[in-house]
């Protein structure tokens, strides 16, 4: 049964909604700005995934969710999203009086919860306020069902905070305000992951390893590009010792498919469950390369520095393209080849720089749609 509120609604108040991991982290260096300016928030999960996120918890110090739309899920399969969604809407609606009156709805990404949400707020009246807009891909259905969440979602927002000029752009014709942060909020969660982290060496690397990482529906839903993709795991290992971080409808495809005893039976082949921000970005430094379907993974190698290859034929980031990160196209060829090239070698660890983005979006919340920001 999903939990009730523990306090009720003033006019002062912000909703902060949030369904998976992704979004925690980049949501919670904002939600740590709004405590330090002691701008009054509601927390409530969506409840679309919830593992690891008491460990997110504790690793950037956020207070437990004030209300939990669908406690304990995890919708990681077709059946267990669908059951999400109906009890996803079921709680909403009971909500919606509860909502109304808040200054604004904060939703990140691109995501169902996103969509819902930002549905749900706008049902209830209250400003759709929406983090990481404006990002487009040249297909309305690839990254599907990415790309059409963003457009709904930019529709749908009356504040949209855009990472870069280029997101900023996309929504000239958007209706609202839109702002250009300067940078994802992810680069506030990095450089608390690394400020953490004592002994941070100046090259990464040193541990010798490749890290994957993949959950789009692009890649899992498509049999012959899972298989091509699993296939290329395998071929990985071969070369170098490799950490395959598995998502929870990773490791779903895998046992459905009968690809888990053949990736569980090569050598130098690690199946990893998911793992706190802090341990995961350890992780990333310590290896020689990445391999990943990520749009926060992308953003994070870029950031650091690291080699890092999209496991995509196409993407609507720009993070570090030409850089560090280079795309796959799918092809085995340049897996292969990128593997190789990559394999062993160290690389030099980038200092996270920039404006603190989430507190752009914190003092432009207030002046915006809350209270007028005091001097700090």
Request: neutral net charge.
């Amino acid at each position: 049964m999903a939990t009730t509120p523990n306090s009720t609604m003033n006019n002062i108040d912000f909703l902060v909604l949030i369904g998976t991991k992704a979004q925690f982290i980049k949501t919670a260096p904002i939600l740590s700005e709004m405590d330090r300016q002691q701008v009054p928030y509601r927390l409530i999960y969506t409840g679309q995934h919830s593992e690891t996120f008491d460990l997110l918890e504790a690793a950037f110090g956020t207070r437990p969710a004030d209300d939990e739309l669908v406690p304990g899920t995890e919708a990681s399969t077709h059946a267990s999203f669908l059951t999400w969604t109906i009890k996803f809407w079921k709680q909403a609606f009971r909500r919606l009086p509860q909502w109304r009156g808040a200054r604004g709805g904060l939703v990140h990404g691109d995501t169902a919860s996103t969509l819902f949400t930002a549905i749900a707020l706008r049902m209830a009246g209250v400003p759709v306020v929406h983090i990481e807009a404006g990002l487009r891909s040249p297909k309305l259905i690839e990254p599907f069902p990415e790309e059409i969440i963003r457009r709904c979602v930019s529709r749908l927002a009356q504040l949209h905070f855009a990472p870069d000029a280029n997101s900023a752009a996309n929504l000239a014709k958007a209706p609202g305000v839109v702002v250009d942060t300067h940078g994802n909020t992810l680069r506030d969660a990095l450089t608390l992951a690394l400020n953490n982290w004592h002994d941070l060496p100046e090259n990464g690397g040193l541990g010798g390893y490749a890290v994957v990482s993949m959950h789009r529906s692009e890649n899992l839903g498509r049999k012959a590009d899972f298989d091509l993709l699993m296939g290329e795991v395998l071929n990985t290992a071969a070369v170098l010792p490799t950490r395959f971080v598995l998502h929870p409808a990773t490791r779903e495809r895998i046992r459905e498919t009968g690809w888990f005893a053949k990736l569980q039976a090569q050598p130098g082949l690690q199946l990893l469950d998911r793992m706190d921000y802090p341990d995961f970005v350890h992780l990333l430094v310590g290896s020689c390369c990445l391999l990943t379907d990520g749009g926060s993974n992308q953003e994070e190698a870029a950031m650091l520095g690291l080699p890092t290859l999209l496991l995509r034929r196409a993407t609507e980031r720009l993070d570090g393209l030409g850089d560090s990160i280079e795309l796959s196209h799918l092809k085995p060829e340049l897996i292969q080849a990128f593997v190789s090239r990559n394999a062993g070698k160290t690389w030099k660890l980038r200092p996270v720089k920039g404006t603190s983005p989430s507190t752009i979006i914190v003092n432009t919340l207030r002046g915006q749609l809350g209270r007028p920001a005091d001097n700090q």
